[in-house]
């Protein structure tokens, strides 16, 4: 199976700041987009239940968007999912953020190519990858 580069061409790569979560202004990001948390996934349930705390943290932190999370591996929703909800809302603009400690090659590799995947599915879809949390 062939590799792809850590940051596929077409990503616009930026560091999510405070001043984004707290709702302001910023440039780089377009009117209405969602916000995609990307989680490993794992067997464990309570690392699951911490993983959607997070998420229900975003949520209430931007309460006027779509926020949506989805696993790798190990766990539903997937990240295919995730932002297949988001697009089925009618959102064409996402910003998924890897929420894992260590940004090692599943977020450097594994994640950016499921939203690579997800952007040859939504031609007219624009995915925005962040940094790890």
Not at 56 to 79: H, Q, Y
């Amino acid at each position: 199976m062939m590799k792809l580069p850590a940051v596929p061409r077409g990503f616009v790569r930026f560091q999510l700041t405070e001043r984004i979560m707290d709702g302001m202004d910023h440039p780089a990001l377009p009117e209405g987009y969602a916000i995609c948390i990307a989680g490993h996934g794992s067997r464990d349930k309570d690392a699951i239940q911490e993983f959607l705390t997070l998420s229900s943290k975003f949520k209430e932190r931007e309460p006027d968007r779509i926020v949506e999370c989805g696993f790798l591996e190990f766990a539903e929703p997937t990240i295919e999912v995730a932002i297949t909800n988001c697009v089925q809302d009618g959102i064409n603009n996402i910003v998924v953020i890897p929420g894992i400690l260590m940004a090692a090659g599943h977020a450097k590799n594994d994640m950016p190519s499921e939203v690579l995947a997800m952007e040859r599915k939504f031609p007219a879809l624009t995915i925005r990858y962040g940094r790890a949390l």
